[in-house]
């Protein structure tokens, strides 16, 4: 569970769809503006290292472990990790956004289309590779998974997030609206992925090792909210109330799975 301090985040990211030739040619100047200073919720609210670091301690994972972030973006993620002491850190995008002195920290930062093309790093590379809310931009993430497996270790782990489809919230909102929340016709998520499709196509050649739910302050909202916080606060010493309640409030959730 994350309950965060956000108070000085960046204003709100929303990019409206498009296809990989327009991010890469005509759109490509309004793309680069959003994403060379985005981090999404998952690195902004501190979830994507605390699910890492857990697992991280799970797998007894060294500081020298290769480790590759796709769609890094701002390269958020990137600086995180290496604050927490790992050294061997790979970037990827689809495009050119990463600053210089994120560069710095990063030894190899590729590009490609990761619903057509090869990935471009040999085979059993990597020790982990993390997605955070990457594979619901893509119009092949099936395509991606594959040869994510394909450059992972035996053993090795693959941690992503997508949007909470069955969290109390997002049915709501889909009954009323007859749309998902992050699936708005005006932004780029396009693939959805509930479990019983992950599991057909995603964790193929995976085995799963857990699920952790990120639970965003706007639940804190209102009266109801302020009842949800403290049923929060309540439940931080109940693992089987507290898994509960973040899988019925969660914005986000995550899938760590291992290849086998």
């Not at 697992?55 to 390269?75: K, M, P, Q, R, V």
């Not at 604050?83 to 920290?105: C, Q, R």
């Not at 057509?116 to 991606?144: G, R, S």
């Amino acid at each position: 569970m994350v309950i965060p301090n956000y108070t000085n985040l960046r204003n709100k990211i929303n990019m409206r769809y498009f296809t990989a030739e327009e991010i890469k040619q005509k759109n490509r100047l309004e793309i680069t503006e959003v994403l060379k200073g985005c981090a999404g919720k998952n690195i902004k609210y501190n979830f994507g290292i605390k699910v890492f670091k857990k697992y991280a301690e799970i797998a007894s994972l060294t500081s020298n472990a290769n480790i590759l972030d796709l769609g890094t973006a701002s390269g958020e993620f990137m600086k995180q990790l290496h604050n927490s002491g790992y050294n061997n850190l790979f970037a990827h995008d689809i495009d050119t956004y990463l600053p210089d002195e994120v560069k710095k920290i990063v030894k190899e930062y590729k590009i490609s289309d990761l619903s057509m093309d090869k990935n471009p790093w040999p085979d059993n590379f990597f020790d982990v590779i993390t997605a955070w809310c990457v594979l619901p931009h893509l119009e092949n993430p099936f395509h991606c998974a594959r040869e994510l497996n394909r450059v992972l270790k035996h053993g090795g782990i693959f941690m992503f997030t997508t949007p909470h489809l069955l969290s109390k919230p997002s049915i709501d909102f889909f009954l009323e609206h007859k749309y998902f929340a992050g699936y708005r016709p005006s932004n780029n998520h396009i693939a959805l992925l509930p479990l019983s499709v992950l599991e057909k196509t995603i964790f193929r050649g995976f085995e799963l090792m857990g699920i952790e739910h990120l639970v965003t302050p706007k639940v804190n909202r209102g009266i109801k909210g302020k009842l949800r916080k403290f049923l929060l606060y309540l439940a931080r010493y109940n693992n089987k109330l507290r898994s509960f309640l973040e899988k019925r409030w969660a914005y986000n959730i995550c899938y760590i799975i291992r290849k086998v």
